[in-house]
Nanobody, 119 residues
Framework: QVQLVESGGGLVQTGGSLRLSCAASGRTFSRYTMGWFRQAPGKEREFVADISWNSAITYYADSVKGRSTISRDNAKNTVYLQMNSLKPEDTAVYYC????????????WGQGTQVTVSS
């Protein structure tokens, strides 16, 4: 099992940047596929990006592709989401999530960090 704690959210102006971090507990972090999701007020939670255990494979939602980069440091048990050219529609609570290769879905979730983009 893994516990996840996000940080790095905040208030930023349109066009600005933020880097979110997600620190994971446990010694098996490198076994997990890590992902970022977000939930805006009144909307369902949506996928943002994910990264394989060895960073070889990444996927992005079309809404953030070209503006965001997911990365991980297995030595630090941390996954990152660098977000650039932020837009008001990026405003949401961002969640970090984890799953193993045998899981069909992300099973482990952090508490979330708020990102607010002002226009």
């Amino acid at each position: 099992q893994v516990q996840l704690v996000e940080s790095g959210g905040g208030l930023v102006q349109t066009g600005g940047s933020l880097r979110l971090s997600c620190a994971a507990s446990g010694r098996t972090f490198s076994r997990y596929t890590m992902g970022w999701f977000r939930q805006a007020p009144g909307k369902e939670r949506e996928f943002v990006a994910d990264i394989s255990w060895n960073s070889a494979i990444t996927y992005y939602a079309d809404s953030v592709k070209g503006r965001s980069t997911i990365s991980r440091d297995n030595a630090k048990n941390t996954v990152y989401l660098q977000m650039n050219s932020l837009k008001p529609e990026d405003t949401a609570v961002y969640y970090c999530a984890a799953k193993t290769l045998s899981d069909n879905e992300f099973l482990y979730w952090g508490q979330g960090t708020q990102v607010t983009v002002s226009s």
